[in-house]
């Protein structure tokens, strides 16, 4: 079972604007992860925030996390068109061994 | 090799017949997971090796799916019997760490089951 579901599935800026997803999950977890992917290289780790974190940045990316509401967003600023591509959640449940990917939202940044 | 690695890139075969999948994964790393992924769909888990022991198997869908990792580096993941419901795409990602770590993605194997 997937237990992430993303929210928007389909979102579509221009070059420059910010970007922003959601992610809400089911269950207590240990981390929960941001995953990138395109066509050319597969899936790629963004970010993993852990459960006591609250908020955490790596370059243009920001990630924060709620877990009353047990909920999670991705901010991208100053968008690219080569930040086209799938963007997934994935947790990893309190004493879980895997990781559990949402659906995923499909993002299209025009030029 | 620097990265998780899939052969074959892409497998058609026909509808009853068995394949095996092969994923070779980072070097250290002890952790290692199946996922398939269709299209517009995010990756179902399937299968956690830690080691040479299959941790949790929850996510095989049927008897007719089995994976190995003998010696706990290579891995391979058996489908019998195949049925077309079986086309997607299969993936292998590595860890360093057990417990919800980072993964590591090859760039999968297409199968597809006429």
């Known amino acids: 079972s997937q237990q992430g579901e993303e929210d928007p599935q389909a979102l579509s800026i221009q070059e420059g604007e910010n970007a922003t997803m959601n992610c809400s999950y089911k269950?207590?977890?240990?981390?929960l992860q941001w995953y990138r992917q395109n066509s050319g290289r597969g899936l790629v780790h963004l970010i993993l925030i852990r459960s006591n974190e609250r908020e955490k940045h790596s370059g243009r990316l920001r990630v924060t996390l709620d877990t009353s509401k047990k909920s999670s967003s991705l901010l991208i600023t100053a968008s690219r068109a080569a930040d086209t591509a799938s963007y997934f959640c994935a947790t990893a449940g309190s004493g879980a061994n895997n990781l559990f990917f949402g659906t995923g939202t499909r993002l299209t940044v025009i030029p | 090799g620097a990265g998780v690695s899939q052969t074959p890139s892409n497998k058609v075969t026909e509808k009853g017949k068995y394949v095996e999948l092969r994923c070779d994964p980072i070097?250290?790393?002890?952790?290692l997971y199946w996922y398939r992924q269709s299209l517009g769909q995010g990756p179902e888990f399937l299968i956690y090796f830690q080691g040479t022991g299959a941790a949790d198997d929850s996510g095989l869908p049927n008897d007719r799916f089995f994976a190995v990792r003998p010696e706990g580096s290579v891995s391979t993941l058996k489908i019998q019997r195949t049925e077309r419901g079986d086309s997607a795409v299969y993936l292998c990602?590595?860890?360093?760490?057990?417990?919800?770590?980072?993964?590591?993605f090859g760039p999968g194997t297409r199968l597809t089951v006429l």
């Open positions: 990602a590595s860890s360093l760490e057990a417990r919800g770590g980072e993964l590591f």
């Open positions: 070097s250290g790393h002890t952790a």
């Open positions: 269950t207590s977890i240990n981390n």
